[in-house]
């Protein structure tokens, strides 16, 4: 899809030269496309571009992989083969094709309705960063979400969730139903176009064209009462202005879809994101409020629930709905704080101080009255450098001030002096 445009800088200059790169891959390993802003293109470049990109489609369309699906289920166990090398679905009249690669035998209709399980996890962090959610996590999420009312789930870039739903309501009566949009267009081997929209969050395409769109388009639409609600889990190393964006378009489609009662008001959003891009999320979403709830991964070696100290899942969630709302489990050791009006963790202790419930971290933290705020345990107040940081640092590093001016104090994305078109 569309790249993005970024600007090089350079220390002590305040204006930037301009480019355009690829809005999904940070590496140029993976997409290589780079061009300035004022760069002439020649045609000779343009068409060798376009045979990369013709060179590069996916196999199957969509519509020829839920038809291939349907053949898949038609066949007896005993025939049913998954190519782990190519990360295909196999008909017989494949496997020649396939003979040196590994595959794997027997798919049940179970595995196919998990295909999060089946697929590898593309963990490249600077391209697809692709962590699943446990099952901890997810049937939280789950549980949350129907309690809240939603009947509608528009799952970008949350797979598991997805096929969760998609699970339950195949085996039972039930009233939840979602749509995944996702970069990864291994799913259109297991989903119909009105399950699943080939999609990419940094830049708000549809692979598919208007006819995804429009399927976005009709899923958000609230008949009969069914209330909708956005849940994302974006890579973590994103731009998170790029990834709101995009949001802000989806919630704008949203808004287009009754002319009445949606003015003016946002869709209820679920964004999950570590807490240390908190200040990051507000600047674009000031409505939003970050709950204590630490979301885990089953792919992820650090992101996991019930670790102590430091070693907690920094994910959180971050949501536009009334924090009182969002009821957090007890046996986990979360509980009510009555002057907050939300649920915390058990080792965010109100300060009375800030009149505040802390802790972002779900250690205790503690209030340094010269800084006139909370600060982490681990941090001590240094005179020197007038803030509380940790014991061991150097105290001449805090002198480097922002990469344009030199001043400190602020970033070089919040310099005055740096000049916004």
């Known amino acids: 899809g569309p790249a993005l445009l970024f600007v090089k800088t350079s220390q002590g200059k305040e204006e930037g030269r301009r480019f355009y790169a690829c809005s999904a891959c940070r590496d140029r390993k993976d997409c290589n496309f780079f061009q300035w802003e004022d760069e002439k293109v020649s045609e000779t470049r343009l068409a060798a571009r376009e045979e990369y990109n013709r060179n590069h489609q996916p196999f199957f369309t969509h519509r020829q992989n839920v038809d291939r699906y349907k053949n898949f289920v038609l066949l007896p166990l005993s025939k049913r083969r998954f190519c782990r090398e190519c990360q ?128 976005c388009r009709k899923f958000l639409y609230e008949e009969n009462g069914e209330r909708v609600v956005m849940v994302t889990d974006p890579p973590f190393g994103g731009l998170v202005e790029a990834l709101a964006s995009s949001f802000k378009k989806l919630m704008a489609m949203w808004r287009e879809t009754e002319k009445e009662g949606h003015d003016n008001k946002e869709m209820p959003m679920f964004w999950i994101f570590p807490y240390f891009f908190e200040s990051r999320i507000l600047d674009f979403f000031p409505s939003f409020s970050m709950m204590d709830y630490q979301v885990d991964y089953d792919n992820h070696a650090l992101y996991k629930h019930g670790k102590t100290g430091r070693r907690q899942s920094p994910v ?76 061991k640092h150097s105290c001449e590093k805090t002198d480097s001030g922002c990469f344009v001016c030199g001043k400190a104090g602020h970033k070089r994305s919040a310099c005055p002096s740096l000049s916004r078109s």
Not at 166 to 192: N, P
Not at 330 to 346: A, D
Not at 367 to 375: A, E, G, I, R
Request: proline share 4%.
């Open 88 to 215: 295909q679905l196999l008909l017989p009249a494949e496997w020649e094709k396939h003979s040196d690669h590994q595959f794997l035998c027997g798919i049940t209709t179970a595995q196919l309705k998990s295909p999060s399980q089946l697929l590898y996890p593309l963990e490249n962090k600077k391209t697809n960063a692709q962590y699943l959610f446990a099952d901890r996590s997810c049937q939280f999420l789950l549980n949350l979400l129907t309690d809240l009312g939603f009947r509608r789930v528009l799952s970008v870039g949350t797979p598991r969730l997805h096929e969760m739903i998609q699970s339950k309501a195949s085996q039972e009566e039930y009233s939840v139903r979602s749509l995944l949009l996702d970069i990864d267009f291994r799913y259109s081997q297991f989903y119909t176009e009105d399950e699943f929209c080939h999609y990419n969050m940094f830049n708000h395409h549809f692979f598919g064209g208007e006819a995804a769109r429009e399927t």
């Open 316 to 391: 959180r969630i971050f949501t536009n709905l009334t924090p009182s709302m969002i009821v957090l489990p007890e046996e986990e050791g979360y509980r009510f704080c009555t002057v907050c009006q939300r649920y915390v963790s058990s080792g965010n202790q109100h300060c009375e101080i800030c009149n505040s419930c802390t802790s972002k971290d779900g250690r205790r933290w503690k209030h340094c009255v010269l800084c006139k705020k909370c600060v982490k345990p681990s941090w001590f107040h240094c005179n020197n450098c007038n803030c509380c940081t940790l014991p």
